[in-house]
């Protein structure tokens, strides 16, 4: 593509969330997971302040220099690697220009944070430059500085006001294991994924149509909530308080805090379930938590339903909801490891005559975070 040897790879996993959905904005708890798919930048480092990108997916190359980052029209990708490159820019870290192709595997706009794994491919893509050029980045953009610049980038170049999870998981994600996180202060714990279970994803084939200013809307409906109990946010909203005013309280906003409150509870409960091996616990968590994004919360999708009724209804299927933020994209099941055939069955059996869409079904195993490795430069 350009005409030299690669230098390095950087690469950044996307994610299923099992619980916790529109918590995190709300500095509540989620429990994510990094899966097998991911987005990889191949490229090596250049000498001046100039940064090519080659989308192989979009067939397109982008091309701009790091002094001045203008935002693309809305909707395109080249805004993530804008978007990464100007606020690490903007943090004053000293960036190397590169050349690279891009290319990914996870499902774009479907509820898998495509997004924060191809702004943490490049932001990974930015440190291995530096270290090829000889100018390696200052070593703490790493972790939670990372996830956080991520977001920063996201927020900044697309609009859509994003919570932390999809950035943070993308970053710390261990192999093998779901990560809990409390985002209210960042601090997180990882849980081994028992063995026998599988997450299984269906992807709706639905588009996600009105999900990013219904997703900025449901956040403005939160602090309306917190602001209701005099709450900072929703995190310091008791539930006996909430039982206490609800009655009489009609419209949107006591519904989203019902779904906050009890959805940050389920969470506490699912980890507890995983770390006893407790898979029918933790499927009926999930399974209540879609009730309640599609009954309270109001982000769950006439295809979203279909997927997760037909899922509930197999044999061995633990439970099953939404992931990401909603209005389509994908569902999530936790099966047994002898059902997951089934289960692929039952979708590809009704789900088209249900809802006239064309269904995805893959398995996904727990993937470690963001990482970069340099390539011998004679290997190319
Ligand atoms: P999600 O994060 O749920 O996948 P978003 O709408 O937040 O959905 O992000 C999807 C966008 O991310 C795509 O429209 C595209 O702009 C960008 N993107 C994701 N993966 C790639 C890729 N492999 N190549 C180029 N752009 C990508
Ligand atoms: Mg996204």
């Given at each position: 593509?350009?005409?030299?040897?690669?230098?390095?790879?950087?690469?950044?996993?996307?994610?299923?969330?099992?619980?916790?959905?529109?918590?995190?904005?709300?500095?509540?708890?989620?429990?994510?997971?990094?899966?097998?798919?991911?987005?990889?930048?191949?490229?090596?480092?250049?000498?001046?302040?100039?940064?090519?990108?080659?989308?192989?997916?979009?067939?397109?190359?982008?091309?701009?220099?790091?002094?001045?980052?203008?935002?693309?029209?809305?909707?395109?990708?080249?805004?993530?690697?804008?978007?990464?490159?100007?606020?690490?820019?903007?943090?004053?870290?000293?960036?190397?220009?590169?050349?690279?192709?891009?290319?990914?595997?996870?499902?774009?706009?479907?509820?898998?944070?495509?997004?924060?794994?191809?702004?943490?491919?490049?932001?990974?893509?930015?440190?291995?430059?530096?270290?090829?050029?000889?100018?390696?980045?200052?070593?703490?953009?790493?972790?939670?500085?990372?996830?956080?610049?991520?977001?920063?980038?996201?927020?900044?170049?697309?609009?859509?006001?994003?919570?932390?999870?999809?950035?943070?998981?993308?970053?710390?994600?261990?192999?093998?294991?779901?990560?809990?996180?409390?985002?209210l202060d960042l601090t997180h714990e990882?849980?081994?994924?028992?063995?026998?279970?599988?997450?299984?994803?269906?992807?709706?084939?639905?588009?996600?149509?009105?999900?990013?200013?219904?997703?900025?809307?449901?956040?403005?409906?939160?602090?309306?909530?917190?602001?209701?109990?005099?709450?900072?946010?929703?995190?310091?909203?008791?539930?006996?308080?909430?039982?206490?005013?609800?009655?009489?309280?009609?419209?949107?906003?006591?519904?989203?805090?019902?779904?906050?409150?009890?959805?940050?509870?389920?969470?506490?409960?699912?980890?507890?379930?995983?770390?006893?091996?407790?898979?029918?616990?933790?499927?009926?968590?999930?399974?209540?938590?879609?009730?309640?994004?599609?009954?309270?919360?109001?982000?769950?999708?006439?295809?979203?339903?279909?997927?997760?009724?037909?899922?509930?209804?197999?044999?061995?299927?633990?439970?099953?909801?939404?992931?990401?933020?909603?209005?389509?994209?994908?569902?999530?099941?936790?099966?047994?490891?002898?059902?997951?055939?089934?289960?692929?069955?039952?979708?590809?059996?009704?789900?088209?005559?249900?809802?006239?869409?064309?269904?995805?079904?893959?398995?996904?195993?727990?993937?470690a975070g963001a990482s970069y490795r340099?390539?011998?430069?004679?290997?190319?």
């Amino acid at each position: 593509m350009f005409g030299r040897p690669a230098r390095f790879v950087a690469r950044a996993p996307g994610r299923v969330n099992l619980i916790g959905e529109h918590t995190d904005y709300n500095d509540g708890f989620v429990l994510p997971m990094a899966i097998d798919r991911e987005v990889t930048l191949v490229g090596a480092p250049r000498e001046d302040r100039v940064v090519r990108v080659h989308s192989l997916d979009f067939d397109e190359t982008l091309t701009f220099g790091l002094d001045f980052i203008p935002r693309e029209a809305a909707g395109r990708w080249g805004n993530y690697v804008r978007g990464v490159a100007a606020v690490l820019r903007d943090a004053a870290f000293a960036l190397t220009g590169f050349d690279a192709v891009l290319k990914g595997d996870v499902p774009m706009g479907s509820g898998l944070s495509s997004s924060a794994a191809i702004e943490l491919a490049t932001l990974m893509a930015f440190k291995a430059a530096g270290e090829a050029a000889g100018r390696p980045l200052d070593a703490r953009l790493d972790g939670e500085l990372a996830a956080r610049l991520a977001q920063r980038a996201e927020q900044r170049y697309t609009g859509v006001q994003c919570g932390i999870m999809d950035q943070f998981i993308a970053t710390l994600g261990v192999e093998g294991h779901a990560l809990k996180i409390d985002c209210l202060d960042l601090t997180h714990e990882a849980v081994p994924m028992p063995a026998g279970a599988r997450i299984v994803v269906i992807d709706t084939g639905a588009s996600r149509a009105l999900a990013a200013s219904a997703y900025n809307t449901r956040r403005a409906e939160c602090e309306a909530g917190a602001a209701l109990f005099r709450a900072q946010t929703l995190r310091d909203v008791r539930y006996a308080d909430f039982v206490a005013r609800r009655e009489g309280a009609e419209g949107p906003v006591m519904l989203r805090v019902g779904h906050v409150l009890l959805e940050n509870q389920r969470v506490l409960d699912a980890v507890e379930a995983l770390k006893r091996g407790d898979l029918e616990e933790l499927g009926l968590l999930m399974s209540h938590s879609h009730q309640s994004l599609r009954d309270l919360y109001e982000v769950s999708s006439d295809a979203l339903d279909a997927a997760v009724d037909i899922a509930e209804g197999v044999e061995g299927v633990y439970g099953a909801r939404m992931t990401g933020a909603g209005f389509g994209g994908c569902a999530i099941a936790l099966t047994r490891e002898d059902a997951v055939d089934a289960l692929r069955e039952a979708i590809e059996a009704q789900y088209p005559q249900r809802t006239g869409l064309t269904p995805k079904v893959f398995v996904c195993r727990a993937n470690a975070g963001a990482s970069y490795r340099l390539l011998d430069a004679a290997a190319g």
